[in-house]
Nanobody, 120 residues
Framework: QVQLVESGGGSVQAGESLTLSCTAS???????VAWYRQAPGKLRERVAR???????DYADSVKGRFTISRDAAKKTVYLQMNSLKPEDTAIYVC???????????????WGEGTQVTVSS
């Protein structure tokens, strides 16, 4: 059974930093990992992604402030968020496209999300 567990959310002041973590269990390969966020009344937005074939990309709104990284051995994806702004307030959700074993179909898996609140 595949499970994604996120941690690291919280409430901070504008300008401060947070690091989110997402640890996967049950996956043998994770070619695509990403962080999304959804704020009240807004569409879900992809914040950052590591694609094994295409590299790393970020939403324009977070370029230069957020950094996505992964530790393959720990099957963990991180999102370092610096210089946080009130508009970064949202539920952040980890997404991994992966396989449970070699040659099995690639499927998308989602975490439950972690709240990030930035006050001015």
């Amino acid at each position: 059974q595949v499970q994604l567990v996120e941690s690291g959310g919280g409430s901070v002041q504008a300008g401060e930093s947070l690091t989110l973590s997402c640890t996967a269990s049950g996956l043998s390969q994770m070619p695509i990992v990403a962080w999304y966020r959804q704020a009240p009344g807004k569409l879900r937005e992809r914040v950052a992604r590591i694609h094994s074939g295409l590299g790393i990309d970020y939403a324009d709104s977070v370029k230069g402030r957020f950094t996505i990284s992964r530790d393959a051995a720990k099957k963990t994806v991180y999102l370092q968020m610096n210089s946080l702004k009130p508009e970064d307030t949202a539920i952040y959700v980890c997404s991994i496209s992966g396989r449970t074993r070699a040659f099995s179909p690639t499927r998308d898996y989602w975490g439950e999300g972690t709240q990030v609140t930035v006050s001015s």
